[in-house]
């Protein structure tokens, strides 16, 4: 027996001869990879990286400015989609004026927005200091204006009016006119109706300015014909195009196919070395590169997009060009330069010394090799590998490391064993605990701190009458199914699981890690949610089961988040008036009859991306103010017409219900939304409310 046991064991070697071996060998590797990489190759890998390096710069920075298109492209969707501006009501109309200011101060790269329409009515509005000094002088108006609102209303019949607005939108003088100016004449009016799927006019010389820009312009899809347009002036390119820049002397700038720099982080510069055409723009020749615009023909003719040339004084330079996505026909494009020896100087300057000091190296390190050859082993960079793993808290299943030496060996078991439990470990406590718990090193305490989260409630209807009777292994089978579900969505759109109460789930977001659109994500993870839930329903019908149909509760304010319990058991939670606001509005559902309920909080930090419906006024225990509860019914981008205009309906009819009660023009307007939705749970909530005061008030008579 002892001699099987000896013949079965496993072959094992000293740990300093296998290190020592791979050492040595490392080590004559690298040598002889040293002697190969002369000096033409290190020329080849630099240019390489260079030619990388700025491709993605380039990128980046086409990106950014696409980006900046993009918002602008944005707040015109917006601006056209209000009734006002699809009506024409133009004239006194201070929300309108409110909303055209908010959207020029959140968008800083635009000059001004307005809008055409086909009986010449007008109107815009300026931001007066985003142009030329000499701009603001030639409108001889007090230094407290900064709007300029121009008035056309044909519809109205009124006279051409120009109003000049503070900050606070206060009128601080007006003047008559322009008269003779026509919206339909402009180019940024015609060509919206000649291609409506090119955001881009220009560039041209602005009717108000006199500078050069490019006007992003949309065709009004509902209403009036007309086209909502916005101006960005060359100008304002410069700051964007200097945040562009790579290295010292590198820059980048905007062209388009006619070869004219249309931006530049020195436009003015440039433009003031044309005087004899004021209303032109520089050509390529302007930046004394001959040697660049044949490069962008070349890149035009579907050649690369990273090329190297060199200057009159022979220095050479890296180029990369770049389209803009947004510009459509316009066809500008973004393009890179910068000089290869700023970047990589060290490396061409001293690379005959780098190459001897490495060459000494490896003479140097291999009479070392028996000192470091213990420190290292391949199995142990593994080993390495698997515990930097575990830290960025990459738990996965992975196969146990094996190795020869037995020290390894056994290092390799408790490496494997630890990943096991850390996997077990999140199962019980949320990722982003554990994940800090590994980065910092520190360990769990009671104890949290107030912040600022997103909590949701959920809870199956009727669930004890639904499953009171049926097996109960079957019941965690599906209702385990129905959290996985659940569970998947919310941490999907970054949400952390608090804890299962039952067949409810409560969850909450930017807890533990920050996340500053936690009230957008967790109306996400609820739609999410809602998808997820019917298609699991359908699974669970054909299954035989009954269906769980969730209710859900949100609300977004301070709580205290943290650690809770004993020492040797706790609990990671939120707690607070906001965590129990969030359970009453779930439970509120079926009040109403609906399955996702906000309060006021959430929908007026998401009401930009989703749509909501007005549904009660609630005062909860332990609030001193009334709390507006709303329905959350879907994604802005994704509702039907039909959907939006009942959710418009309806709030005015909620209005009328909250300033008249129960007036006979509120009940007529509530009996005809029944006529059309006789199904709808807040209508008759509201209708059951005023038919129950009106038998009460008859019962007190």
Same mark, same amino acid.
């Given at each position: 027996?002892?001699? &099987?046991?000896?013949?079965?064991?496993?072959?094992?070697?000293?740990?300093?001869?296998?290190?020592?071996?791979?050492?040595?060998?490392?080590?004559?590797?690298? $040598?002889?990879?040293?002697?190969?990489?002369?000096?033409?190759?290190?020329?080849? /890998?630099?240019?390489?990286?260079?030619?990388?390096?700025?491709?993605?710069?380039?990128?980046?920075?086409?990106?950014?400015?696409?980006?900046?298109?993009?918002?602008?492209?944005?707040?015109?969707?917006?601006?056209?989609?209000?009734?006002?501006?699809?009506?024409?009501?133009?004239?006194?109309?201070?929300?309108?004026?409110?909303?055209?200011?908010?959207?020029?101060?959140?968008?800083?790269?635009?000059?001004?927005?307005?809008?055409?329409?086909?009986?010449?009515?007008?109107?815009?509005?300026?931001?007066?200091?985003?142009?030329?000094?000499?701009?603001? =002088?030639?409108?001889?108006?007090?230094? &407290?204006?900064?709007?300029? #609102?121009?008035?056309?209303?044909?519809?109205?019949?009124?006279?051409?009016?120009?109003?000049?607005?503070?900050?606070?939108?206060?009128?601080?003088?007006?003047?008559?006119?322009?008269?003779?100016?026509?919206?339909?004449?402009?180019?940024?009016?015609?060509?919206?109706?000649?291609? &409506?799927?090119?955001?881009?006019?220009?560039?041209?010389?602005?009717?108000?300015?006199?500078?050069?820009?490019?006007?992003?312009?949309?065709?009004?899809?509902?209403?009036?014909?007309?086209?909502?347009?916005?101006?960005? #002036?060359?100008?304002?390119?410069?700051?964007?195009?200097?945040?562009?820049?790579?290295?010292?002397?590198?820059?980048?700038?905007?062209?388009?196919?006619?070869?004219?720099?249309?931006?530049?982080?020195?436009?003015?510069?440039?433009?003031?070395?044309?005087?004899?055409?004021?209303?032109?723009?520089?050509?390529?020749?302007?930046?004394?590169?001959?040697?660049?615009?044949?490069? /962008?023909?070349?890149?035009?003719?579907?050649?690369?997009?990273?090329?190297?040339?060199?200057?009159?004084?022979?220095?050479?330079?890296?180029?990369?060009? *770049?389209?803009?996505?947004?510009?459509?026909?316009?066809?500008? !494009?973004?393009?890179?330069?910068?000089?290869?020896?700023?970047?990589? =100087?060290?490396?061409?300057?001293? !690379?005959?010394?780098?190459?001897?000091?490495?060459?000494?190296?490896?003479?140097?390190?291999?009479?070392?090799?028996?000192?470091?050859?213990?420190?290292?082993?391949?199995?142990?960079?593994?080993?390495?590998?698997?515990?930097?793993?575990?830290?960025?808290?990459?738990?996965?299943?992975?196969?146990?490391?094996?190795?020869?030496?037995?020290?390894?060996?056994? #290092?390799?078991?408790?490496?494997?064993?630890?990943?096991?439990?850390?996997?077990?470990?999140?199962?019980?406590?949320?990722?982003?605990?554990?994940?800090?718990?590994?980065?910092?090193?520190?360990?769990? $305490?009671?104890?949290?701190?107030? !912040?600022?989260?997103?909590?949701?409630?959920?809870?199956?209807?009727?669930?004890?009458?639904?499953?009171?009777?049926?097996?109960?292994?079957?019941?965690?089978?599906?209702?385990?199914?129905?959290?996985?579900?659940?569970?998947?969505?919310?941490?999907?759109?970054?949400?952390?699981?608090?804890?299962?109460? $039952?067949?409810?789930?409560?969850?909450?977001?930017?807890?533990?890690?920050?996340?500053?659109? *936690?009230?957008?994500?967790?109306?996400?993870?609820?739609?999410?949610?809602?998808?997820?839930?019917?298609?699991?329903?359908?699974?669970?019908?054909?299954?035989?089961?009954?269906?769980?149909?969730?209710?859900?509760?949100?609300?977004?304010?301070?709580?205290?988040?943290?650690?809770?319990?004993?020492?040797?058991?706790?609990?990671?939670?939120? #707690?607070?008036?906001? /965590?129990?606001?969030?359970?009453?509005?779930?439970?509120?559902?079926?009040?109403?009859?609906?399955?996702?309920?906000?309060?006021?909080?959430?929908?007026?930090?998401?009401? *930009?991306?989703?749509?909501?419906?007005?549904?009660?006024?609630?005062?909860?225990?332990?609030?001193?103010?009334?709390?507006?509860?709303?329905?959350?019914?879907?994604?802005?981008?994704?509702?039907?017409?039909?959907?939006?205009?009942?959710?418009?309906?309806?709030?005015?009819?909620?209005?009328?219900?909250?300033?008249?009660? =129960?007036?006979?023009?509120?009940?007529?307007?509530?009996?005809?939304?029944?006529?059309? *939705?006789?199904?709808?749970?807040?209508?008759?909530?509201?209708?059951?409310?005023?038919?129950?005061?009106?038998?009460?008030?008859?019962?007190?008579?």
């Amino acid at each position: 027996m002892t001699g &099987d046991r000896t013949s079965k064991r496993e072959f094992r070697i000293g740990f300093q001869t296998s290190i020592i071996t791979v050492f040595v060998g490392v080590v004559l590797l690298v $040598g002889l990879t040293l002697v190969y990489l002369s000096f033409e190759r290190v020329t080849v /890998i630099t240019k390489t990286a260079a030619a990388g390096f700025i491709e993605k710069v380039a990128q980046l920075g086409a990106d950014h400015v696409d980006e900046q298109f993009k918002n602008v492209r944005d707040n015109l969707d917006i601006l056209s989609a209000l009734p006002p501006i699809q009506e024409a009501d133009i004239a006194d109309n201070a929300r309108l004026y409110s909303l055209m200011a908010a959207m020029l101060r959140n968008n800083p790269q635009l000059f001004n927005l307005y809008v055409g329409y086909e009986d010449g009515s007008f109107i815009e509005m300026d931001v007066i200091d985003r142009t030329k000094p000499a701009f603001r =002088a030639s409108l001889n108006v007090d230094q &407290d204006a900064a709007f300029r #609102l121009v008035l056309i209303s044909r519809t109205a019949g009124a006279a051409p009016v120009t109003q000049y607005l503070s900050e606070n939108l206060i009128q601080v003088a007006e003047v008559a006119g322009p008269v003779n100016y026509d919206p339909r004449q402009r180019p940024w009016y015609v060509e919206a109706f000649r291609n &409506d799927k090119t955001l881009l006019t220009g560039p041209y010389i602005f009717y108000a300015t006199g500078e050069p820009g490019y006007t992003l312009r949309i065709p009004l899809k509902e209403g009036r014909r007309g086209v909502v347009a916005g101006d960005v #002036l060359l100008n304002r390119f410069e700051d964007m195009l200097a945040q562009q820049k790579l290295g010292p002397s590198g820059f980048a700038f905007l062209f388009d196919d006619a070869e004219r720099i249309v931006g530049h982080p020195e436009m003015n510069r440039l433009m003031a070395e044309i005087p004899e055409r004021q209303d032109d723009l520089p050509q390529l020749g302007a930046l004394k590169l001959p040697a660049l615009a044949p490069i /962008i023909r070349s890149w035009r003719d579907d050649g690369p997009a990273q090329q190297f040339f060199a200057d009159a004084a022979g220095r050479t330079y890296v180029a990369a060009v *770049h389209r803009l996505d947004t510009t459509g026909s316009a066809n500008v !494009r973004l393009a890179m330069i910068a000089p290869l020896d700023e970047f990589y =100087a060290q490396i061409i300057n001293e !690379r005959r010394t780098l190459f001897a000091l490495a060459l000494a190296f490896v003479g140097a390190t291999i009479p070392f090799a028996f000192w470091l050859g213990s420190l290292m082993a391949r199995p142990l960079r593994k080993l390495v590998e698997e515990t930097d793993a575990i830290q960025r808290f990459e738990i996965a299943e992975r196969p146990r490391i094996h190795s020869a030496i037995s020290e390894i060996e056994e #290092l390799g078991r408790s490496v494997f064993t630890m990943r096991s439990v850390v996997r077990s470990f999140a199962s019980f406590i949320p990722r982003q605990i554990v994940r800090q718990l590994i980065e910092t090193g520190a360990s769990l $305490g009671l104890g949290g701190s107030r !912040r600022e989260v997103t909590v949701l409630f959920t809870d199956v209807a009727d669930f004890t009458a639904k499953t009171e009777r049926a097996d109960p292994s079957q019941v965690m089978i599906f209702t385990s199914r129905y959290f996985a579900a659940l569970s998947d969505e919310i941490m999907r759109h970054q949400g952390t699981i608090d804890k299962y109460i $039952g067949d409810a789930v409560m969850a909450f977001w930017n807890a533990p890690a920050d996340d500053p659109d *936690h009230t957008v994500n967790a109306c996400r993870a609820i739609l999410a949610c809602l998808a997820a839930n019917d298609a699991l329903n359908t699974e669970f019908r054909r299954e035989g089961w009954p269906p769980y149909d969730t209710r859900f509760g949100l609300h977004v304010g301070d709580a205290v988040v943290g650690n809770i319990g004993s020492s040797d058991r706790m609990n990671y939670t939120a #707690l607070g008036a906001t /965590i129990n606001l969030a359970s009453r509005l779930e439970g509120l559902n079926k009040n109403y009859g609906t399955r996702v309920l906000v309060s006021a909080a959430v929908r007026a930090r998401t009401d *930009h991306a989703f749509l909501f419906r007005s549904v009660d006024s609630i005062r909860p225990k332990g609030f001193a103010d009334a709390i507006e509860v709303s329905e959350l019914r879907g994604e802005l981008a994704r509702a039907g017409e039909a959907d939006i205009a009942m959710c418009r309906r309806w709030d005015n009819i909620f209005a009328l219900i909250a300033q008249d009660g =129960a007036s006979e023009t509120t009940l007529v307007r509530l009996s005809g939304f029944l006529h059309d *939705h006789p199904s709808d749970g807040i209508a008759l909530f509201h209708a059951q409310r005023f038919r129950n005061a009106a038998q009460n008030a008859g019962a007190a008579a």
